[in-house]
């Protein structure tokens, strides 16, 4: 993974390339309008940003920061600010790994992943049994309660390890894994395979599950095509045009749901 100081040195010596060839072509202008960049760091400020953790992922000072947002003493926040700042500013949005361990954060992708491993068999009570986190950490989510990032962190990663494996396959009880998928199901919860690994970051964003053929399933007939041409999964992943994890997320689903449609005979009978 490259390292954020790396990130930054590579942004700065891009950056100073750049205004060497403006400067060279006449067109270098080192102030641009500060109100624009403000209103950004202001909304990473509301994301959960404080100006030190902003400070320390993009290389621009808090005093800076402090005199874009504040001012100084005397003297009112800047009309301008130095171009090379406003456009390492502008163009930074945090990642969950950007975030502090105790900032708190919209808790949307939090939920989400909850309720989608829901739909696989997995209650708030058996993901805190495999996490740090409590069963009363659970309980105290809901919509509009911000989570902290140390706890999106922990939930992002059992989701990832978990989201495509079924909970009774992973020593859950099936009776538990059963009411699990219930409850999902009665509170209309997305599966993961409704959720692509950017999608469920954003709070504006609506679950997909296909149109005239659900998604897992054309996903799953898709890959059961290539792989019988020889490619491994993530070949495939690549010529559908989905992420790894999307692709192991439908699979699992469609081998769930195919189970479930081999038992309904049975109860029936």
């Known amino acids: 993974m490259t390292s954020r100081p790396y990130a930054i040195r590579m942004a700065r010596s891009r950056w100073n390339q750049r205004r060497r060839t403006l400067m060279q072509q006449g067109q270098w202008q080192p102030f641009t309008p500060a109100q624009p960049v403000r ?31 504040f001012g100084e003493a005397g003297y009112p926040v800047p009309a301008q600010i130095r171009t090379e700042s406003a456009n390492i500013l502008m163009a930074f949005w ?5 975030f502090a361990d105790g900032a708190r954060i919209d808790e949307t992708a939090t939920l989400r992943r909850i309720q989608a ?70 509170k209309n919860f997305a599966a993961p395979i409704a959720w ?4 469920i970051e954003d709070p504006a964003a609506e679950p997909n599950y296909g149109e005239t053929v659900p998604r897992y399933i054309a996903i799953a007939e898709d890959h059961a095509e290539l792989e019988r041409l020889g490619h491994d999964r993530q070949q495939i992943a690549e010529r559908l045009g989905v992420s790894k994890n999307t692709l192991d997320h439908a699979l699992s689903y469609y081998r769930q749901k195919q189970a479930e449609a081999a038992t309904q005979p049975a109860a029936a009978a």
């Open 39 to 69: 209103d950004h760091v202001n909304a990473l400020r509301a994301a959960g940003m404080s100006p030190a953790r902003i400070s320390e992922r993009t290389g621009v000072g808090v005093g800076t920061l402090n005199y874009l947002l």
């Open 94 to 98: 945090p990642t969950l790994d950007d």
């Open 117 to 186: 491993l829901a739909t696989m068999g997995w209650l708030p009570a058996e993901i805190a049994k495999r996490t740090p986190l409590s069963k009363h950490t659970f309980f105290n989510m809901r919509p509009g309660r911000r989570v902290t990032a140390a706890v999106a962190r922990v939930v992002r990663d059992f989701y990832q390890e978990y989201a495509d494996k079924p909970a009774e396959e992973c020593g859950v009880r099936l009776r538990s894994a059963r009411y699990a998928r219930t409850w999902a199901a009665a």
């Open 196 to 199: 692509d690994d950017d999608t």
